[in-house]
């Protein structure tokens, strides 16, 4: 069973960084595509960023040349690093391994950008 717990969450200020981490478990992480979405309150979850087995990457519009999605193989763990965060990103960030047939999420974190 895929299992995806997240951490790094909290609350900053505007122009502040954050950097979020997945640890996958349960699945073979190194072939797996890899995504952060959020969801706002009173909005739909939306895709933030993508992450193939082979590195590329894409990225919401909305957050090009700020965050910054990685992964560590070895360790199983999917980073995503924003920096210069916006009021407009404040959400609960998850964590997701896409699938046709049986998508995995973690049960995501809480990220605030507040003055």
């Known amino acids: 069973q ?8 909290g609350s900053v ?10 640890k996958a478990s349960g ?3 190194a072939i797996s595509t890899m995504a952060w979405h959020r ?11 993508q992450i193939a087995s082979s590195g590329n990457t894409d990225y919401a519009d ?8 990685s992964r560590d ?7 995503l690093q924003m920096n210069n ?10 964590c997701n391994r896409p699938s046709p047939t049986s998508p995995a999420w ?4 809480q990220v605030t950008v507040s003055s």
Not at 13 to 22: A, D, K, T, V
Not at 73 to 79: E, F, G, H, Q
């Open 2 to 9: 895929v299992r995806l717990v997240e951490s790094g969450g």
């Open 13 to 22: 200020q505007p122009g502040g960084s954050l950097r979020l981490s997945c």
């Open 27 to 29: 699945t073979n992480f």
């Open 39 to 49: 969801q706002a309150p009173g909005k739909q979850r939306e895709l933030v960023a």
């Open 62 to 69: 909305s957050v090009k040349g700020r965050f910054t999605i």
């Open 73 to 79: 193989n070895a360790r199983r763990t999917l980073y």
């Open 85 to 94: 965060l916006e009021p407009e990103d404040t959400a609960v960030y998850y």
């Open 106 to 109: 973690g049960q995501g974190t």
